[in-house]
C-alpha cells in the first residue's frame, strides 16, 4: 500500500486502535474509528497496571508456565485459572500454547519482544516530548519484588539474560530496594530492578490519543458492533454492523479478543482466548511507592498514578466480561500487605474492581501484520497484557505498512495468517 490509501478505518476503539489511527492520522490519512462500547466504558485500556516493560522480553507461553499453572489450578487465590468450558476452541488454543512452550519457540520470541517493547518505549517518550501528549509518563523502572530468597534467586537468573538482550536490569537486596524507595516500607528478600520500565496512567493515555484524533480530524464513532465484512477479491471494500457501512481504502482489526469473529469472516485464524484481569485504585493509600512493581510470588502489579494506587493481576482464561470472583480478588489483596505492612484489608473494602479481557493468543506474540489474502487490510490484536506497553510500537508498524513505508522491525514471528 502507499498514497492510493487515503481513507482508513480501524475498528477497535482501544489502545492499540486509537494508537493506529493516531500514527495514520499523522501520515496525513483520512480515518475512522469504529468501537462496540461507549465512549466511557471501561475496557483493557482503562484499568490496567499502566507499565511500559522492556522487562517482559518473555512470552507468556514459555516452559514451566504449564507446570506452574496446574499448580495453581486447584487454588481458588491463585493468580492464574482456566475457566471450565466444553467450547472446542479453548482446548484448541490450549494444545497451541503448549507446543508454544518449547525453549527453541521463547528464544526466537524473544529478540522481537526485546524490539518491539523497546521502540515502544522510545515512541512514549517522544509522544510525551515532541508530540504533545501530556499523559505523566513516569520514567523510573520497575522493582520485581521477590518476597523469598528462591524467588530472587530465579528472578536474578535472568538480569544476565536480560542484560544480553540489551534490557538493563540488577539485582537489589532488601537494603537497596528500601534506598531507592525510602518513602514506603516493603518486607522483602530483595528485587530485579529494570531501569527502562515506565508507568503511567492508561485512561489519560487513552484521552490524550482521542484528544489527538479529534484535532488531526480522524472520527471516531462509539457503539458501532461490526459484524459483518464485505470482500471483494483481494480486497475489503467494507465493514457493517448488520444495517450501516463504512467504506474505506484500507482497514485495520484492532478488536482485541472480537477480532478472531472478523478474522473468520476473513478466513483467517486468530485464536485468542479472553484473560481476564481486576484491578482496584486506591484513593487513599497508607502509603504511596514511587516507583511501579510487581509482587513476583503473587504475580499482583502495583502502580502510583498521581495520587492514587492501582493494584492488579490475575489471569483467568476463558473468563467472562463483567463476572467478579470474590476468590480472585482476595488473592490480590491478601498479598498486598505481604509486601507492603502499611496496607490491610480495610484500605480495599469498598473499591471499586474493574475487569477486563485481554486478547491472549496461543503463542504469547501479538498479530501484527497484513490479513492473509487481503492486499488493504492489516491485523493488529492479541497483545495480551502488553497491550498499553506496545500501543504505540503497533501504530507505527502498522501506519508504515498501510502508507508503503518499512516499519523497521521483523514481523515474521507475528504474521496474523501464523495459524492458518
Known sequence: MSDSVNHVVVVGGGVIGLSCAYFL?????????????????????????????????IPLAAPGVIGQGLRWMFKRESPFSIRPSANPRLWQWAWRFAQACRPD?????????????????????????T??????????????????????????????????LGIAAETLDARAVA???????????????????????????????????????????????????????????????????????????????????????????????????????????????????LLMEARVAVTPMGETLRVGGTMEIGGREGVVHAAKLRGITQAMPTYFPAFGPGDFEGQPVWTGLRPCTPDGLPYLGWCPGLTNTCVAAGHAMLGLSLGPVSGAVIASLLTGEDPGIDLCLLEPGRYG
Request: proline share 4%; aromatic share 6%.
Open 25 to 57: 492520522a499523522r501520515a496525513g490519512r483520512e480515518v475512522t474509528v469504529l468501537d462496540q462500547r461507549s465512549a466511557q466504558a471501561p475496557n483493557c485500556s482503562t484499568g490496567n497496571a499502566g507499565m511500559v516493560v522492556p522487562s517482559h522480553f
Open 131 to 164: 508530540h504533545g501528549l501530556d499523559f505523566g509518563l513516569e520514567q523510573r523502572g520497575l522493582l520485581a519484588l521477590c518476597k523469598t530468597s528462591e524467588m530472587l534467586a530465579h528472578e536474578s537468573a535472568l538480569v544476565e539474560e536480560g542484560r544480553g
Open 105 to 129: 519457540r521463547v528464544e526466537a520470541a524473544k529478540p522481537i519482544l526485546r524490539d518491539l517493547s523497546l521502540a515502544s518505549r522510545d515512541w512514549f517518550v517522544r509522544l510525551s516530548e
Open 179 to 293: 534506598a531507592l524507595d525510602p518513602a514506603v516500607e516493603m518486607d522483602v528478600a530483595g528485587a530485579v530492578y529494570f531501569r527502562q520500565d515506565c508507568h503511567l496512567n492508561p485512561a489519560v493515555f487513552r484521552q490524550e490519543l482521542l484528544r489527538k484524533l479529534t484535532e488531526m480530524g480522524a472520527t471516531v464513532q462509539w457503539g458501532i458492533d461490526v459484524t459483518r465484512v464485505e470482500r471483494e477479491g483481494k480486497r475489503l471494500r467494507a465493514v457493517s454492523d448488520g444495517t450501516r457501512h463504512w467504506e474505506g481504502d484500507a482497514f485495520v482489526l484492532a478488536g482485541g479478543v472480537w477480532s478472531s469473529v472478523l478474522g473468520r469472516q476473513l478466513g483467517v485464524r486468530l485464536p485468542m482466548q479472553a484473560g481476564k484481569g481486576y484491578s482496584m485504585t486506591l484513593t487513599k493509600p497508607p502509603q504511596l511507592p514511587s516507583i511501579c512493581s
